[in-house]
């Protein structure tokens, strides 16, 4: 069975995509071929950035199936209106209006066994894509992208997480920023969750949304801080007064952050940073054996 | 012609409230018979789409304008489907009255 952690953060920014990224190269080092990159920013995924080379192995659609009511059938009887709770359909019998909002279904399929007068059909529309790659150093990453002006984020999450190889060891999922119902999906089912937060007033209040996150759906984590020298010690501060585990320290450079902005990190760490992944990664597989 | 007009409260002393699908209350006017009506609106603290059912409760009545603070884009689609006309007012000092008062003029 594969051990799948989530690197997560509250606030953007603060290097989660940097993080999955050197775990990937520096884990794929020590177990082999078994480990998988998974981006579940759907919105905004990045990691492939990184990757220009990479081959595209397969690509995937995925639709959502959204009801459209037969005006010819249906009698105006509102149990589909009554069945649906996210207020999605729209039923105005003296002009004999019935329609779905796309944007408001959320493809549950009860307004389907409400209707008792066959008047209700699923149609299939695309929500976004779920491609894989292999890179040409033998890195596996996937990625969900959401089309533009979808609102369903978590639907398409889940299915990139269907797609997600039996094979893999070690799976990482590289979670959007925030701690909404896309972040709440991406951990949900995850057996430990990195939280990368940066050293400001800022990252410790989104650090400490994302820790009650965290122990809300009762997973354990620990802490990287990137950036570290700057901002103050304030997020040190609070992880010591919490107990709480700090997995590895990224100091801030200047130099990285270009190479960053020119889509060039992969194996571009230097020796000390890497020398810092290491030991994440260490501490990481203490943890996979006490699951094991 | 009837106007609906977003309502803090189901009387006409009450203030109007700018949020359309959000507001507790709907006043309906209608310019011909004078005639005022308050219909509850069901969805104030519905989760998901509380702009376009507001704009069902409009279609459902005959309604063929508008008066809140703003629409989202819902409520928009909607409203535009059936021609009824939005006005937008952001003055939420004024009660319902003001506001009927300055419909019959």
Known sequence: ?292 | MKTLISASENKVEALFDKRFGRAAWFCIYDEISGAIEFVENENVNASNGAGSKAAETVIAHDVKKVISGDFGPKAKELLEKFEIQMVIIQDDSLTIERIITKLRK
């Open chain 1, 1 to 292: 069975m594969s051990y799948k952690i989530a690197i997560a953060s509250g606030k953007g920014g603060t290097g989660k995509t940097t993080v999955a990224i050197n775990l990937l190269v520096s884990w794929q080092r020590v177990i082999g071929e078994h480990i998988e990159l998974v981006d579940c920013d759907v919105e905004e995924p990045n990691a492939m950035i990184f990757f220009p080379e990479a081959q595209k192995e397969k690509e995937e659609s995925i639709l959502q199936l959204i009801p459209e009511i037969n005006r010819d059938s249906c009698t105006f009887c509102k149990a589909c209106v009554e069945y649906c709770e996210f207020n999605a359909i729209s039923l105005i019998p003296h002009v004999r209006f019935a329609e779905v909002n796309q944007s408001l279904c959320h493809s549950c399929g009860a307004c389907l066994v409400a209707c008792k007068h066959n008047a209700i059909n699923e149609i299939p529309y695309p929500i976004g894509k779920v491609s894989s790659y292999k890179t040409n150093n033998g890195y596996f990453i996937k990625e969900g992208r959401l089309k533009i002006g979808s609102l369903m984020q978590t639907m398409l999450i889940k299915e990139l997480k269907k797609r997600v190889s039996e094979h893999s060891n070690i799976i990482l999922y590289d979670a959007p920023p925030g701690t909404s119902c896309p972040v709440v999906e991406t951990i949900s089912d995850t057996d430990y969750v990195i939280i990368v937060a940066e050293p400001t007033l800022f990252g410790l209040y989104d650090l400490k949304l994302m820790i009650k996150l965290t122990r809300e759906v009762n997973l354990p984590f620990g802490v990287i801080i990137n950036k570290s020298g700057l901002g103050d010690r304030q997020v040190y501060n609070f992880l010591r007064e919490e107990g709480i585990q700090l997995l590895g320290e990224i100091p801030f450079s200047k130099e990285y952050a270009g190479l960053y902005a020119k889509g060039d990190i992969v194996d571009k760490a230097s020796e000390g940073i890497q020398e810092v992944y290491k030991n994440v990664v260490a501490k990481l597989s203490n943890e996979i054996m006490q699951y094991d």
